[in-house]
């Protein structure tokens, strides 16, 4: 975690001291350039202006999310990464907005997709969250196929002589 907060602060850093003064460098004709952006607010520019609540949101996440990848139940270690990707990046913007008082974004993929400008921090978020769904969704599948296995078991049981 340490290290990809730290990444995601290292490439805001370059962003703020090379990025910010020339706006945007064209990096794939009308798909992908680097762009610098002073984000507010949250993902997809929700909550403008509300520093403190996204902090506050933020640091909550961040205890619980530290609390379950320290607590001695937690043994997956599928989901200790996932959760290990989703606070790296919560921090990275964290520091962005407790410090700086906005998000450096920097990605923009906006004239291909339309897509906000985003940052590293964003994509640790994203992919991490990503993981841990497609884990819960095979976690449920093979339970409800346990389930569905052990009722066909329990029925052929109940039916011989």
């Known amino acids: 975690m340490a290290a990809l907060a730290a990444i995601d602060q290292i490439i805001k850093h370059w962003a703020i001291n090379q990025l910010q003064?020339?706006?945007q460098i064209q990096v794939i004709?009308?798909?992908?350039?680097?762009?610098?952006v002073r984000n507010f607010g949250a993902a997809f520019g929700i909550l403008q202006g509300q520093r403190v609540l996204?902090?506050?949101l933020v640091i909550l996440v961040i205890t619980v999310g530290l609390g379950c990848i320290i607590s001695p139940r937690m043994r997956e270690r599928y989901v200790i990464w996932t959760l290990a990707l989703i606070l790296a990046g919560g921090i990275g913007n964290l520091i962005d907005r407790l410090t700086l008082g906005y998000v450096v974004?920097?990605?923009d993929f906006g004239a291909l997709f339309g897509f906000p400008v985003f940052n590293f921090a964003d994509c640790c978020v994203v992919v991490g969250t990503f993981l841990l769904i497609i884990y819960m969704l095979r976690t449920?599948?093979?339970?409800a196929k346990r389930r569905a296995s052990n009722t066909d078991d329990a029925d052929a049981n109940t039916k011989s002589p």
């Open 21 to 23: 003064p020339i706006s």
């Open 29 to 36: 004709p009308g798909v992908f350039y680097l762009t610098y």
């Open 140 to 143: 449920d599948f093979a339970a």
């Open 105 to 107: 974004d920097y990605l």
């Open 54 to 56: 996204l902090s506050v």
